[in-house]
């Protein structure tokens, strides 16, 4: 099979054959950003069902941690598989076969007698098979309108964060009504729901390779929107930019994984809280990420940096406040403010190195979400594991990693500037 032949059968931009038409890429960034809503509404759902459901099972705090970090382990490499296969075989093809195995992964959270040992092994297949679908629709969003990528990758990062407003809601006033369960129902049939459209209505193409892009690979972006090419994986800003994803992971788990069983441990022990509690606060959360999402997206590539930085700040800032005080007006501005710190880590960082490249913007997507594993593994398996020494722990190591992180970062990108 020829390199032509192992590509989808619709063209982008090859020379000689027919471009995808401006409106029909318009729809697939569309699709993209309803299918990111979709999936994420699901991963939103079970990485919050999973960890409290460990507990509710009689799970230690490792476990309940171990329900997320798996997840997370997996995730440090199927994101740079998938999103290398989708470069090879077409995002339309990678996204499809993707979601039909996420079905029937969360078809696993209904088995009977189910255990916190199964939650573990559901959550890594979990891993594995999302790290295909993140970097294909990060991909193809970017490559589909190249000169407002920091746009395009800001309207993703806004989709999948609005998806994970409504799920630890759902879960914990839905639990209450209905049962433990009725969340997984749910997800269900969203997942159901984003098959159908992936299917039925994204486009599939093929892109281009740089022997066929006139001026060849090495041309230069113009605009605010698109910064200077910058191939090598082991530049400063690349490393420094790892650092931010890897940091978005390690608060973003410690928060959505453990939370919630702090605040149960806190009801234990006597504290004014209900367990609606935790849903209303990592709804406000996500919240403040989503709309940090939809601010930084118009910022443009050169406040990138400036916002990684702040990110860091913000995150250290959160974390203190987490870890000295049990107070709920406290914890609701200390969701707000990590919020809006995880957003300029990710976003950032992402813009930063997905925009790098014009031609394998799936691998280089895959491996902002590889880092991202590397967060999404330590801080819920370090996090629960301190978790058993003080309640208040995870906080304090998220707030030890964003100074650490701050203080390697500044340097980096200060030489990646000169």
Not at 134 to 155: R, S
Request: with cysteine; net charge neutral.
């Amino acid at each position: 099979m020829t390199e032509q032949e192992s590509y989808e059968p619709f063209c982008l931009d090859v020379e000689g054959e027919p471009d995808l038409p401006d409106s029909t890429k318009k729809r697939n960034r569309i699709i993209g950003y309803i299918a990111s809503f979709l999936v994420v509404f699901t991963l939103g759902t079970t990485e919050v069902f999973a960890s409290w459901y460990a507990g509710i099972l009689g799970g230690t705090s490792l476990e309940s941690g171990l329900a997320m970090g798996m997840f997370g382990f997996m995730y440090m490499f199927s994101p740079i598989i998938g999103g290398r296969i989708s470069d090879r075989i077409g995002r339309k093809k990678t996204l499809t076969i993707s979601t039909a195995a996420y079905i029937v992964v969360i078809s696993f959270y209904l088995l009977p007698s189910i255990t916190p040992i199964h939650l573990i092994m559901i959550r890594a297949v979990e891993g594995l098979v999302f790290g295909f679908i993140a970097p294909t629709i990060e991909g193809m969003v970017a490559e589909l309108d190249p000169k407002a990528q920091a746009a395009t990758l800001g309207n993703f990062s806004t989709a999948w964060s609005a998806a994970m407003i409504l799920p630890p809601f759902i879960i914990a006033y839905m639990a209450g009504a209905y049962g433990e369960l009725s969340s997984i129902y749910i997800i269900f049939a969203v997942e159901l729901l984003a098959l159908v459209i992936i299917a039925g209505f994204i486009q599939g193409y093929r892109r281009k390779t740089p022997r066929q892009e006139s001026g060849g690979a090495n041309n230069k972006g113009t605009g605010d929107s698109q910064p200077e090419q910058i191939h090598s994986k082991t530049s400063p800003r690349f490393i420094a930019s790892y650092i931010s994803i890897i940091l978005w992971g390690v608060v973003s788990t410690v928060i959505l994984a453990l939370f919630p069983t702090y605040i149960e441990n806190l009801i234990t022990l006597g504290h004014p809280f209900v367990r609606a509690d935790f849903g209303n606060l990592l709804l406000i959360w996500n919240a403040a990420r989503t709309i940090c999402f939809i601010v930084i997206a118009r910022m443009g590539e050169k406040h990138m940096i400036k916002a990684i930085v702040l990110g860091a700040i913000l995150s250290a800032i959160s974390g203190v406040m987490l870890f000295l005080f049990v107070d709920i007006w406290i914890f609701t501005v200390a969701m707000i403010i990590s919020g809006v710190g995880v957003g300029f880590s990710y976003l950032g960082a992402l813009y930063l190195i997905v925009s790098a490249t014009e031609f394998e913007k799936g691998s280089y997507a895959g491996l902002v979400e590889s880092m991202g594993g590397v967060g999404l593994f330590i801080g819920p398996i370090v996090g629960g594991w301190l978790m058993g020494f003080g309640l208040t722990l995870p906080f304090l190591m998220y707030t030890c990693l964003s100074l650490v992180a701050l203080v390697i970062m500044v340097p980096l990108f200060s030489r990646s500037n000169k």
